[in-house]
């Protein structure tokens, strides 16, 4: 039973299709919100200082510090108070802090929480939690989707989602903060990476790059929804409130418009549902046919008018030379930016297929289950896979760092988010010009070395000169350079890894990469954490792991015309072939 011969006889654009299309990726979108939302609810950009003690006034008790040569108030120190009198003696808050922006209705977690100066670890921790949540759920929710389906498992992380994400915004507590967050970053996989796979599969293998572009753009989608939902609703308890009930519309949606995935139907033997769901979308676009659609591919029956439907050869699609798409962005991002786990073994499939399709030589044993273990049975493939590992732990760190940097830049937090947000929807089109014309390695190595450049200069560039000319603009125009190469050489990693690879061991290859990526993401907002000490120090973190990936990037064989590698051997001739073409 072939369902892409199926797809390929009642087309792909239903007004079924394009609803189940539709409610998938806005879910994508609802999801990312969450993920990168959390950057403006836990951020340092609202002013504090120590509350002053009773009769006199912060200027009077606030001292003055040199930061990034200039003088700036010292938000975590006061000139103490005894009998009475000021002192010049200098002593933690003793009395709090105040928020001058709270005053105007702009709040933030760290002004809750009073989560600054020496707590100020915890608001990093905070935003770490999530997307530590992140990595065990999206080995669950992968799990549980293979187990009951693709449908249940979005519709219940989706409810869970707005009921968690609610119950954020009213608490006060902060260890009970801290759990929320790792349970919602916990169900959001199920927002990002399910609705990715359900997206995927819905898209016959030429038309699969199409798919896999929808859904990154339904994630960039949600990235640029965050900063003018959060300038709307600028205390963080709303923006949380509204970003979680926005999701209860789609409930209804799902329940009685989406269908399960009809690959996964097919795959668990319940056939009959597939073919319902089938002849639904051929009656949407009055297509009359006599039996069954999930016919063999191979069938070979003549094609006239009067044949029934079930028995005719598929059509050919015309070629699509287009590269394989990557599994995943962001991801969840909870990677979120882009979603892949260990036990999804769906991502492998797709990238066989686009590429097989109809090659029935594929030289797996029969019976042999490949391990992570494998990865590491020859001296090529352990070089492969030291070399992706860091890579993908490179670009979690960069991706998501910047989401988090973003508040900390010069100018308008809002704004600058927004400016940074709007550069994704640029990079998956840019990306395809560019593999089929120069190749992967030496594009992402040049992608690197711009961010690199772009990071270095960000971190050591004043917000203005000595003369008094201000920087601000020229900040943000570097630091939307920087997210562009960054997410470019991401997205391209995840398409090389997909390549270098042999077909037994893609899965556990990407999945393992992903889940070692993950943990970038939660050591990121940590990296950033460490501005409040040393402002320059994050960016020339990012800057220094950006050019050893760079160096990393060159040691891997290019792979662009050349077939995927099926088994051990393929992968050495695959190797050599690149050498030979330096």
């Given at each position: 039973?072939?369902?892409?011969?199926?797809?390929?006889?009642?087309?792909?654009?239903?007004?079924?299709?394009?609803?189940?299309?539709?409610?998938?990726?806005?879910?994508?979108?609802?999801?990312?919100?969450?993920?990168?939302?959390?950057?403006?609810?836990?951020?340092?950009?609202?002013?504090?200082?120590?509350?002053?003690?009773?009769?006199?006034?912060?200027?009077?008790?606030?001292?003055?510090?040199?930061?990034?040569?200039?003088?700036?108030?010292?938000?975590?120190?006061?000139?103490?108070?005894?009998?009475?009198?000021?002192?010049?003696?200098?002593?933690?808050?003793?009395?709090?802090?105040?928020?001058?922006?709270?005053?105007?209705?702009?709040?933030?977690?760290?002004?809750?929480?009073?989560?600054?100066?020496?707590?100020?670890?915890?608001?990093?921790?905070?935003?770490?939690?999530?997307?530590?949540?992140?990595?065990?759920?999206?080995?669950?929710?992968?799990?549980?989707?293979?187990?009951?389906?693709?449908?249940?498992?979005?519709?219940?992380?989706?409810?869970?989602?707005?009921?968690?994400?609610?119950?954020?915004?009213?608490?006060?507590?902060?260890?009970?903060?801290?759990?929320?967050?790792?349970?919602?970053?916990?169900?959001?996989?199920?927002?990002?990476?399910?609705?990715?796979?359900?997206?995927?599969?819905?898209?016959?293998?030429?038309?699969?790059?199409i798919g896999n572009m929808m859904s990154q753009n339904f994630w960039a989608l949600g990235v640029v929804?965050?900063?003018?939902?959060?300038?709307?609703?600028?205390?963080?308890?709303?923006?949380?409130?509204?970003?979680?009930?926005?999701?209860?519309?789609?409930?209804?949606?799902?329940?009685?418009?989406?269908?399960?995935?009809?690959?996964?139907?097919?795959?668990?033997?319940?056939?009959?549902?597939?073919?319902?769901?089938?002849?639904?979308?051929?009656?949407?676009?009055?297509?009359?046919?006599?039996?069954?659609?999930?016919?063999?591919?191979?069938?070979?029956?003549?094609?006239?008018?009067?044949?029934?439907?079930?028995?005719?050869?598929?059509?050919?699609?015309?070629?699509?030379?287009?590269?394989?798409?990557?599994?995943?962005?962001?991801?969840?991002?909870?990677?979120?930016?882009?979603?892949?786990?260990?036990?999804?073994?769906?991502?492998?499939?797709?990238?066989?297929?686009?590429?097989?399709?109809?090659?029935?030589?594929?030289?797996?044993?029969?019976?042999?289950?490949?391990?992570?273990?494998?990865?590491?049975?020859?001296?090529?493939?352990?070089?492969?896979?030291?070399?992706?590992?860091?890579?993908?732990?490179?670009?979690?760190?960069?991706?998501?760092?910047?989401?988090?940097?973003?508040?900390?830049?010069?100018?308008?937090?809002?704004?600058?988010?927004?400016?940074?947000?709007?550069?994704?929807?640029?990079?998956?089109?840019?990306?395809?010009?560019?593999?089929?014309?120069?190749?992967?390695?030496?594009?992402?190595?040049?992608?690197?070395?711009?961010?690199?450049?772009?990071?270095?200069?960000?971190?050591?560039?004043?917000?203005?000169?000595?003369?008094?000319?201000?920087?601000?603009?020229?900040?943000?125009?570097?630091?939307?350079?920087?997210?562009?190469?960054?997410?470019?050489?991401?997205?391209?990693?995840?398409?090389?890894?997909?390549?270098?690879?042999?077909?037994?061991?893609?899965?556990?290859?990407?999945?393992?990469?992903?889940?070692?990526?993950?943990?970038?993401?939660?050591?990121?907002?940590?990296?950033?954490?460490?501005?409040?000490?040393?402002?320059?120090?994050?960016?020339?973190?990012?800057?220094?792991?950006?050019?050893?990936?760079?160096?990393?990037?060159?040691?891997?064989?290019?792979?662009?015309?050349?077939?995927?590698?099926?088994?051990?051997?393929?992968?050495?001739?695959?190797?050599?072939?690149?050498?030979?073409?330096?």
């Amino acid at each position: 039973m072939d369902v892409d011969a199926s797809l390929k006889i009642v087309g792909l654009y239903s007004w079924v299709q394009v609803i189940n299309i539709t409610i998938s990726g806005l879910q994508l979108s609802l999801g990312t919100l969450q993920v990168t939302g959390i950057a403006l609810s836990v951020d340092q950009a609202l002013e504090y200082y120590c509350k002053p003690s009773p009769g006199f006034t912060a200027n009077e008790t606030t001292p003055l510090i040199y930061q990034d040569g200039r003088l700036v108030p010292d938000g975590c120190h006061m000139y103490s108070v005894l009998n009475g009198t000021l002192t010049e003696n200098i002593t933690t808050c003793e009395n709090g802090w105040e928020y001058p922006g709270s005053m105007s209705g702009e709040t933030n977690t760290n002004s809750d929480f009073n989560l600054v100066c020496e707590r100020g670890i915890l608001a990093g921790t905070l935003i770490s939690l999530n997307y530590a949540g992140s990595l065990i759920g999206c080995y669950i929710t992968g799990q549980v989707s293979d187990i009951v389906g693709r449908r249940p498992v979005a519709i219940c992380c989706l409810a869970l989602t707005s009921i968690i994400g609610t119950a954020i915004s009213f608490t006060w507590n902060l260890e009970l903060m801290m759990a929320l967050r790792f349970l919602l970053g916990m169900v959001l996989p199920g927002s990002t990476l399910v609705s990715y796979v359900r997206l995927v599969e819905m898209f016959t293998p030429k038309s699969r790059t199409i798919g896999n572009m929808m859904s990154q753009n339904f994630w960039a989608l949600g990235v640029v929804m965050v900063a003018p939902i959060a300038y709307l609703l600028p205390n963080w308890r709303h923006f949380q409130l509204a970003i979680s009930l926005g999701c209860l519309p789609f409930l209804p949606l799902h329940w009685f418009f989406s269908y399960e995935s009809l690959r996964w139907l097919v795959q668990v033997g319940r056939a009959h549902k597939a073919e319902a769901i089938l002849k639904k979308i051929a009656k949407s676009k009055n297509i009359k046919h006599e039996g069954g659609f999930l016919i063999s591919q191979h069938e070979d029956v003549p094609l006239t008018e009067n044949v029934p439907l079930k028995e005719r050869p598929v059509p050919e699609e015309p070629e699509d030379n287009q590269a394989i798409s990557s599994p995943t962005k962001r991801d969840e991002a909870a990677n979120e930016r882009k979603p892949v786990c260990v036990s999804e073994e769906v991502n492998g499939n797709i990238i066989e297929d686009a590429e097989n399709i109809g090659n029935n030589n594929v030289k797996e044993s029969p019976g042999r289950k490949y391990t992570l273990l494998d990865l590491f049975k020859t001296r090529v493939l352990i070089k492969h896979t030291c070399i992706i590992w860091y890579l993908w732990f490179a670009c979690d760190i960069m991706y998501f760092g910047l989401i988090v940097y973003t508040t900390s830049l010069s100018g308008n937090k809002y704004l600058n988010f927004f400016l940074l947000s709007l550069v994704e929807f640029l990079v998956y089109t840019h990306d395809c010009f560019i593999t089929r014309r120069f190749g992967r390695k030496w594009p992402i190595a040049a992608f690197f070395a711009a961010s690199a450049t772009a990071c270095i200069m960000i971190a050591f560039l004043p917000e203005e000169t000595a003369g008094g000319t201000d920087l601000t603009v020229l900040i943000v125009v570097i630091a939307m350079i920087g997210k562009f190469y960054s997410s470019a050489s991401y997205d391209l990693t995840m398409l090389i890894a997909a390549e270098i690879f042999p077909t037994v061991l893609r899965n556990i290859a990407e999945g393992s990469a992903a889940a070692f990526g993950r943990i970038g993401g939660v050591v990121a907002p940590l990296i950033v954490h460490l501005g409040s000490k040393f402002s320059f120090l994050p960016m020339t973190i990012f800057a220094l792991m950006s050019l050893v990936s760079c160096i990393c990037i060159l040691m891997l064989p290019e792979t662009k015309n050349r077939p995927l590698p099926e088994m051990y051997e393929d992968v050495n001739k695959l190797t050599r072939g690149s050498e030979s073409t330096r």
